[in-house]
Structures are given as C-alpha cells and as structure tokens.
C-alpha cells in the first residue's frame, strides 16, 4: 500500500474448558492460555500497533479475592510490554513463594491473569488521541460478579451520537462519547435490567440473596441481552465481551462487514478476527475453523456449553473485501488465492497498456503487501507466454533449429526487484517543506534493473491518496528512466470514504474523487454538479432519509478509465518526459475474485447499512463547507 491506511483492531479470545491443573500437568505450565493469547496477538500485530490490551476473569473465585484483571499498553512494542508485565507476576511469586509455585489454587488466587478466560485486542489510533486510556478492553465494575462487563471489539458504529443520547434518555451519565464506551454502557444497561428482573423472581420465590447470586449467573440469557443491545446498532462490528461470573460473548454485524473465526475442541474455545492465527497459535485444520455468521452471538456460558445463536436478522452478507484485498493476513488460504485472482484478472489491462510487447516490459511491485496479487500477475504472464511460444513453434516447426528454439523457449516474464523500502527513515520531521524530502526517499531504486526502451509495470495492491506516489514512488521510478511507466491497482478506484472501521473519513483525501472534480471543471460542470450535490445531501439529513448516496452523481458522467486517465495527469511530474498510465481493478473483476464477499462500497458506494449513506453524504457536505472532521 503506498498510502498508509490503518484497520481499528484485532480480537483474540480464549476460554479454557477444563481445570488450570490438566494444562500444568499437559503443557507444563500454569500459563497455557495466557502465553497462547500472546501469540494470537502477535499474529494479528498487522490489524493494530498503536497499543494492546488483555483482560482475564477468574471462575468460581470467593468473596474478597479478585477473579479479573487487566492491562493495557499504548507505548511502542504495546504487545511485549504487557505480556512481560503478566509474566513477571507469574515468575517473581513464584520466586517469593517457592514452596507454591505448583499449587494452582494458591497461584489462582494470589497471581493476576492465572485465569480459564481471556479476552485481547490490538488497535490502531485510528481517530482520537492514542493513549492508553483508549485502548481495549474497556471495564464496567460492580460488586455483584454477574454485573461486571468487559468489552473489546474491532467496530465502528455511524449512529454513536444517538445510541449516547438514548443513554442520556434512559437517565444515565456516560463518562464518554466513544462509541466503545456506548456500546459497553447499552450492553450493561440491558445486563443489569436481566440481573434485576432473575432476582425479583428468585425473591417472590423465597430465595436467600446469597443463594441467588449462583442462580443469576446461571439464568441469565446473553442471547437475549445482546439482542436487545444491538437492536439499533448501525456499523461494521465485532464485539467481544466478558461477564464477572464467566460467560463470554462475541457478536457480529448483520452484514459480516468486520470478519470473526472461532475454533472449538474439548480443551479450549478460542475467537480471532482472522483464521490462519488459530490454525497457526492451535495448530488446526482449515476446516475445524469456522466463521461466526453475520448477525450472529457466539454464547460461551460458564459451564462451558458452546453455542451460537442470531441477534440481528441477516439478509445479506457483505463482508469487507477490502480486508481481503490489504488487511488480512495473506496466509490464509482462500485470501491468498483471492489476492492472486486479483493479479492474474488485471493482466489483460497491462497486455493492452503495453501492447502487447512483454519482451520490453519489466514487472515490479511496491509495497510487499501487494506481493501475492504481483505471483498472480506474473503466472498470467507467463500462460500467456507459453500460449505464444506454443503458437510459435507449430507456425514455423518445419524451420526451427536448435538456436531458434532456444530463443524461443528463454522468452519469460522479465522480474526485477526496482525498489526497496528503507525500514530505517521515518518521516518524524513536522514542517512540511522538509517532510516531503524525507518522503522521496522511504523508497531506493536499484540502478540498472531498467533499459530505456522498457516499460515498467509496477503492482500495488490499491491506491488511495495519491500522495505517496507523487511525491516518493513516482520520483523515485523516473529515476530509472523507463519508456513507460504503468501504476496497477489490484483493487478498483477507492472513490467513497468508509465508516466501519478503516481509516478513510474525509472525501476529499481521495484521489478518484479530486480526479472527477477536475474532469467537472475541464467540461464546466463543476459548481452546477457540486450544488446540485449538496443541495441533496442537505436536504436528505434534514429529512434524516438515508436511503441513497447522492455522491454517486459527481462520478456518474464519467468512465473509470477517463478518470483513471485525469488521475495520470494529476500524479505526473510536469517536468517528466515519461508517460504515465494507471490501471485499476475493474469493480465485476473483484466480485470474480472475492466472489463470497460483496462488500465493495469503497469502489461502488453501495453501503450495507443506513449509516453508510449518511456518512458520505455529510462527507460531501464537510467537503463543500470546508470542514476538516469526521463525517461521523
């Protein structure tokens, strides 16, 4: 990815199905789930390195001796930090107490996170301050055990503003306005309305207030809480929580927008937001892991009974293909072949581009993450080539000499690696001016990989922005001197902002959109389109009618390839001699190749939920206005 886009988060949960004891006695270690919830972090690091946290809820722990704990990190290596943290705990009693370090009760009850349930999470700041008082998980105290709540999630809701004010309804005095913080108060407002309505009864039922406390755990109905609680949530989600007493949940949106995997055997219950961390960290099959549905809960009680129930009615799924194209990790088997589908799709494109003159074309590829659709470029390629080859040799075989025929057969796909990153430059420097130096030069080249009479194709996996390109990646290729230079996009034109939890807020940031205002204003159209625009957007937020995406209408008088076209203009050096193309993933080609995952509003603008079209709209509004904010 030229530009750097963040993802909100990463979830991780691990509930142990049987006593602390068959671990020690197994695995030689009282910390089984707690070293295998650090692994299940470090494993989605690419989903959130601005900070990390883990909570951990003690079972069947007495009056007087605490049964959760918590750490959280915002400081660089957030992840190691709180991991060595908990270890140390372990070890330094263990070093006090010598004569304890097997007993596991005492351990239990003395050691933080000597625990059967856990829950993490790794974030980017996406929005806000990063520090750690942001990070998950969040905690709701209370002294009745069944009353304590613990939340983490990888989520963004487009509608927080309202579900805080509800709160602010129902008499309530929310310390914040995050919408975690919302989300953890609506969960806990219909979990304390559940714990009174269990003990009214088991009072009219001559219950003693001791006694009631066990049953109240028992009887309380998560599906039924998290029903309630979601009934008006309007984002992509996944939510993790962590009941005192020890139930556990994890809940996703009715659209499967945010992805979630859970993976279950006699011993362990685990959670992740992405499948190749289980099957890695539990060392399991690709199909023992399943994906929890949209729209469903996944109840883990305390007595270990294991279910998953719908909440919110699903009629659709659109999961985030963008996590498939750049988020995800590539290891997992069905994202790695959508990535090389990606490549392989586009290489008709490139053949047109360069037309058709392989031997004069050098294939490339920046960043690394754009590797994998790159291997499915260059094995089209090289189909293509052999399909020549072949052609060749039955057109001319009553001609062909050992020579000729080996000409023939050395003709590959020509590969070289024309830039590399420079891990060690960060761009720290604040004033501009002397930033973007400093951005010309996160990439190097290798000299000599390029003659002039080449074309050099260059693979990333999107492009969002613009600005890395034109001010680093650009510069840095027309220092090789190349005839030809073609940007490929695995992904189609991001021309929308999104609103679940990737960092793509503001409209005007992107360079599709900046590229059709400035095909409007070559034609002449641009403040007629742009106020007609508004005008719509206006009025649809005043009638709070969220049905369409008036944003639609600035890029509907024109084709991808003609703003393609304007973007080349746009990034070119004016001072360059060479020609520019970029090519993007056609829209029906990445529903060819993330065929089981249709969330494309990024590309498309068909949002899943209400709150999409509200979201860009008020973009298109924050646009026009001149506002730099959020559009939600």
């Not at 601005?50 to 704990?69: C, E, I, T």
């Not at 659709?316 to 959508?338: A, H, L, P």
């Not at 190349?482 to 793509?504: F, L, N, T």
């Not at 509200?614 to 506002?627: P, W």
Request: charged content about 30%.
């Amino acid at each position: 990815m030229s530009d750097r886009l963040n993802h909100e988060c990463g979830l991780a949960l691990i509930r142990l199905l049987k006593p602390l004891e068959f671990y020690q006695k197994k695995y030689g270690s009282v910390s089984y789930g707690l070293n295998k919830l650090y692994l299940m972090l470090e494993k989605q690091h690419n989903r959130g390195q601005d900070g990390a946290g883990f909570a951990s809820v003690k079972l069947n722990m007495k009056p007087g001796q605490r049964f959760m704990h918590r750490e959280r990190s915002a400081n660089q290596n957030p992840i190691q930090e709180i991991f060595k943290l908990a270890n140390e705990n372990i070890t330094n009693y263990k070093k006090q107490h010598p004569k304890f370090k097997d007993d596991i009760g005492n351990l239990k009850k003395n050691v933080p996170h000597v625990s059967e349930l856990f829950l993490g999470h790794v974030r980017y700041g996406t929005f806000g301050q990063n520090s750690k008082d942001a990070v998950h998980p969040f905690l709701r105290q209370n002294n009745w055990m069944h009353r304590n709540l613990i939340v983490a999630g990888n989520f963004n809701m487009t509608n927080n503003n309202q579900m805080f004010q509800d709160l602010v309804n129902l008499g309530q005095h929310p310390k914040e306005m995050s919408d975690t913080v919302t989300i953890m108060e609506r969960i806990g407002h219909f979990l304390d309305d559940s714990v009174s309505k269990i003990y009214k009864k088991l009072k009219k039922e001559g219950v003693s207030k001791i006694d009631a406390s066990s049953i109240i755990a028992e009887r309380i109905d998560l599906h039924k809480i998290i029903k309630k609680a979601s009934k008006d949530w309007d984002g992509g989600y996944v939510i993790g929580g962590l009941i005192g007493h020890g139930d556990a949940f994890v809940v996703r949106d009715q659209a499967g927008i945010r992805p979630a995997f859970f993976y279950k055997d006699d011993e362990v219950v685990v959670v992740a937001s992405e499948r190749p961390v289980i099957q890695t960290v539990f060392n399991t099959d690709f199909d023992e892991i399943k994906e929890i549905n949209p729209g469903d809960c996944l109840i883990i009680k305390k007595s270990g009974k294991v279910f998953t129930k719908n909440v919110i009615k699903s009629n659709f799924k659109k999961s985030c293909s963008f996590e498939r194209i750049y988020f995800s990790r590539g290891s997992d088997q069905e994202i790695y072949n959508e990535r090389k589908k990606l490549g392989k799709l586009v290489f008709p494109q490139i053949l047109e581009s360069v037309n058709s003159d392989l031997e004069n074309t050098v294939f490339s590829y920046i960043p690394n993450t754009a590797e994998v659709s790159f291997y499915g470029l260059v094995h089209e390629a090289e189909k293509y080539i052999i399909d020549l080859t072949r052609k060749k040799i039955l057109r001319n075989k009553s001609k062909i000499n050992d020579e000729i025929l080996k000409k023939i057969l050395s003709f590959r796909p020509r590969i070289e690696k024309v830039a590399i990153k420079d891990a060690k430059l960060r761009t720290f420097i604040t004033d501009d001016v002397n930033r973007d130096e400093l951005v010309k030069h996160v990439y190097d080249i290798t000299y000599g990989s390029i003659k002039k009479t080449d074309n050099l194709v260059i693979v990333d996996d999107s492009i969002v922005r613009g600005t890395t390109l034109q001010k680093s990646i650009l510069k840095m290729l027309n220092r090789l001197s190349p005839k030809k230079i073609v940007v490929v996009s695995s992904a189609p034109q991001i021309r929308y902002p999104d609103c679940y939890g990737i960092d793509m807020a503001k409209i005007e940031d992107f360079i599709a959109f900046r590229a059709a205002i400035e095909l409007h204003k070559d034609r002449g159209s641009s403040d007629k389109i742009i106020k007609d625009t508004y005008d719509k957007c206006i009025q649809s937020k005043e009638k709070v009618d969220y049905k369409k995406n008036h944003v639609k209408n600035i890029y509907k008088d024109f084709s991808p390839e003609q703003i393609s076209a304007k973007m080349s203009e746009m990034l070119i050096d004016s001072n360059s001699k060479i020609e520019l193309e970029i090519i993007f993933q056609k829209v029906e080609n990445l529903h060819k190749a993330c065929s089981n995952h249709k969330g494309d509003w990024y590309f498309t603008g068909d949002y899943p939920t209400p709150g999409g079209n509200k979201v860009v709209n008020q973009a298109f509004i924050n646009f026009v206005e001149g506002k730099s904010a959020r559009a939600y």
